[in-house]
């Protein structure tokens, strides 16, 4: 089966544009979440998507968006583009949105602002 | 603010030695623990995940959890220069933010030949 599979790996933007990340998840599983992860840090919680509802949002300003679709695939949006959100944009699948499930990482799509 | 802590390292350590690698946690509540293994430029990658007190082991790795203490920890039996990587302490608890994971920052492991 394949892994959680995210596109594009590696993307250069200009300050002040948009960008849209792409994610589907495992097979057979239903939640997504988004993280980031800024060199040399470990990775921060943005959002997590459970049947195409909204289930938990990290601190981040509204430039960040996110949503999911029926065949469960999710996208990430971030508008207004900064310097500072340079940057691996990690997406999760679980098999549902609960706490104890194990949570598996795609390759990532790695963000450069310029 | 749920924290997650990590030394960061380098830690180093001769080849066919045991690695000790470090975390401990804040919110009481947490639920599960997880480690994930990341190489340089790589994504995130899970070794073990733990739910109850005491130690889970799969092959090289073991996993020690101590709620009372706040603290889990990972085990590397007879690293290898394969196993140089960054470790991440990663702690999942249930609340209003859903399925969320906090990291610590991760710590640096070099096995040295």
């Known amino acids: 089966d394949a892994g959680v599979t995210q596109s594009p790996t590696h993307l250069i933007k200009t300050r002040g544009q948009h960008v849209t990340l792409r994610c589907s998840p495992i097979?057979?599983?239903?939640?997504v979440s988004w993280y980031q992860q800024v060199l040399g840090q470990g990775p921060q919680f943005i959002f997590q998507?459970?049947?195409?509802?909204?289930?938990g949002r990290g601190n981040f300003p509204d430039r960040f968006s996110a949503r999911q679709f029926p065949n469960y695939s999710s996208e990430l949006n971030v508008n207004a583009l900064l310097l500072g959100d340079s940057a691996l944009y990690l997406c999760a699948s679980s098999h549902t949105g609960g706490a104890g499930n194990t949570i598996y990482f795609g390759e990532g799509s790695w963000l450069t602002v310029v | 603010q749920k924290e997650v802590e990590q030394n960061s390292g380098p830690l180093s350590v001769p080849e066919g030695a045991i690695a000790s690698l470090n975390c401990t946690y804040s919110d009481r509540g947490s639920q599960s623990f997880f480690w994930y293994r990341q190489y340089s430029g790589k994504s995130p990658e899970l070794i073990m995940f733990i739910y109850s007190n005491g130690d889970k082991e799969d092959g090289r790795f073991t996993a020690q959890l101590n709620k009372a203490s706040q603290y889990v920890s990972l085990l590397i039996r007879d690293s290898q220069p394969s196993d140089s990587a960054t470790y991440l302490c990663a702690v999942n608890t249930r609340d209003n933010a859903g399925n969320m994971l906090t990291f610590g920052g991760g710590t640096r492991l070099m096995v040295k030949p």
């Open positions: 097979s057979g599983h239903k939640s």
């Open positions: 998507y459970y049947e195409k509802e909204e289930r």
